[in-house]
Nanobody, 122 residues
Framework: QVQLVESGGGLVQPGGSLRLTCTASGFVFSSYSITWIRQAPGKGLEWVASIDTKGTYRDYAASVKGRFTIPRDNAKALSVLQMDNLRPEDTGVYYC???????????????RGQGTQVTVSS
């Protein structure tokens, strides 16, 4: 069974950091790009960052570039979204997906986790 599980969300003050982890199972993790997406309250899905299969190429949304990084560990079948200098507008539910997908939609044939809540507030 293909499964992605996000963890590491929580409440953090502006300027703080969080480290989200996406743990994969049921497929050959090293054969898939990984994308992180998010959904702010009352808004649609937004692409955050993607990384290719070997971790050679990464791309970030303009809103997070310079603050977020997206390493991966193929041996452990996990992806990380390291979020620094967080802002209130980063609040939302964060999901990982086993594809390079810069135009996420609610309906997808890719595997997507259940999400983890990130709240940035003082």
């Amino acid at each position: 069974q293909v499964q992605l599980v996000e963890s590491g969300g929580g409440l953090v003050q502006p300027g703080g950091s969080l480290r989200l982890t996406c743990t994969a199972s049921g497929f050959v993790f090293s054969s898939y790009s990984i994308t992180w997406i998010r959904q702010a309250p009352g808004k649609g899905l937004e692409w955050v960052a993607s990384i290719d299969t070997k971790g050679t190429y990464r791309d970030y949304a303009a809103s997070v570039k310079g603050r977020f990084t997206i390493p991966r560990d193929n041996a452990k079948a996990l992806s990380v979204l390291q979020m620094d200098n967080l802002r209130p507008e980063d609040t939302g539910v964060y999901y990982c997906e086993n594809a390079w997908n810069q135009s996420p939609t609610a309906s997808t044939t890719n595997a997507r986790g259940q999400g983890t809540q990130v709240t940035v507030s003082s």
